[in-house]
């Protein structure tokens, strides 16, 4: 019986075997296979897995946090550095350099920190717990594979999730969309930078890039307008947006690209305000946090030249302890918001303008006290 179809958590050597079962049947041979029978449970994998207060912070903090100076330089003298490769990974793929750079100093500061974690003992203990195998459990055969054919070594090390090399690629990415970009014969994601730009642009392309379209804008909104029609899913011409009222963040009106773009408002109403592209939508396929996602293509932005977003004023959210009761509340009226963890996700956000909507509200998915009362 393939390991996938196992139970997570008992015993875990009867558990190794069915994996190895699986993995043989895959074609992966002795060296990767007693690369498996020499994994173990690591407890601190999941430690970490259990507390990601990261995600906890607004996205404020967490942009101002993770677009510093230093990255911003850093950066700047990458795209410089790699300019023939990055040009190379564009035509290629058509995915434009600032988008990888920024994936590039987010994950691992340039390939500066990549991770110390033993990759298949983390992807092991992952896959083995109850919490969230199905994430992790797909990555197993690939990592052996790659282990087995000698492209990473067994004690390859990472990131305490499982991911690999300076843009902190999973196995099965890793094994399917690996580009050798300095032509050496091997796809070394640790320590080749043609080989992570190529492979990172690979890996865009393939969960849906539209080639030379924007990600995300920065805009100004009006005092008033219909806000149950933002949200990053509900995509319009940028004419409607504009017809209501929404601007450059100068003031000047909006250019009508033939594109459409869903307004993201991450603080709410009266905090920073992006127009979301169809390309945006590839960012939570690299990071399902919203947060991350919009961090990420913002910094890519500024790569690319636009100025610090501006932060206006947003109305006071709520702390961690307020957020698990205002999902406990929003988990009672029948909303689906995933798990009651205080941390303020897609479903939890859907599941606000829901309510917004029903009491009356302005509807910009922002958690306020306001609405905590009112529920």
Request: glycine share 10%; net charge negative.
């Amino acid at each position: 019986m393939p390991a996938a179809a196992q139970e997570c958590g008992g015993d875990f050597e009867a558990w190794k075997q069915g994996v190895a079962a699986e993995a043989k049947a895959a074609g992966v041979g002795v060296a990767g296979l007693n690369a498996l029978e020499a994994a173990s449970i690591d407890d601190k994998v999941l430690a970490r897995d259990r507390a990601q207060g990261v995600f906890t912070q607004t996205f404020i903090q967490f942009s101002n946090r993770m677009i510093s100076a230093y990255r911003l330089k850093q950066g700047a003298a990458n795209l410089k550095k790699y300019a023939d490769v990055f040009a190379r990974a564009d035509q290629q793929f058509g995915v434009q350099a600032p988008i990888i750079a920024a994936f590039w100093g987010l994950e691992t500061d340039f390939g500066a920190v990549q991770g110390d974690f033993h990759t298949l003992s983390a992807l092991v203990t992952l896959s083995h717990d109850c919490r969230r195998p199905q994430l992790f459990r797909p990555q197993l055969v690939p990592l052996l594979t790659l282990i087995d054919r000698g492209v990473v070594p067994a004690d390859v090390t990472g990131a305490w999730a499982g991911e690999i090399g300076q843009t902190q690629i999973l196995p099965s990415d890793y094994l399917a969309r690996g580009i050798d970009g300095d032509g050496d014969g091997i796809v070394d994601l640790r320590r080749s930078v043609p080989d992570v730009i190529m492979t990172t642009a690979n890996k865009v392309l393939s969960r849906g890039w539209k080639r030379d379209q924007p990600w995300i804008e920065e805009v100004r909104v009006p005092e008033d307008m219909p806000w149950e029609q933002t949200g990053r899913t509900n995509k319009l011409p940028l004419s409607q947006w504009a017809a209501w009222g929404v601007t450059n963040p100068d003031g000047t009106p909006l250019i009508d690209n033939g594109l459409k773009a869903g307004l993201a408002l991450p603080m709410g109403r009266k905090g920073p305000a992006f127009l979301a592209y169809d390309n945006f939508d590839v960012y939570l396929e690299w990071n399902q946090s919203f947060t991350y996602a919009l961090t990420a293509a913002n910094f890519a932005t500024r790569l690319a030249g636009a100025k610090q977003f501006d932060p206006r004023t947003p109305e006071t959210g709520l702390n961690g302890d307020q957020m698990k009761e205002l999902q406990t509340k929003l988990e009672a009226r029948g909303h689906d918001v995933g798990t009651v963890d205080g941390i303020l996700g897609t479903n939890t956000r859907e599941a606000i303008r829901k309510e917004q909507m029903r009491l009356g509200m302005p509807v910009d998915g922002w958690p306020t006290p306001e609405l905590l009362g009112k529920l």
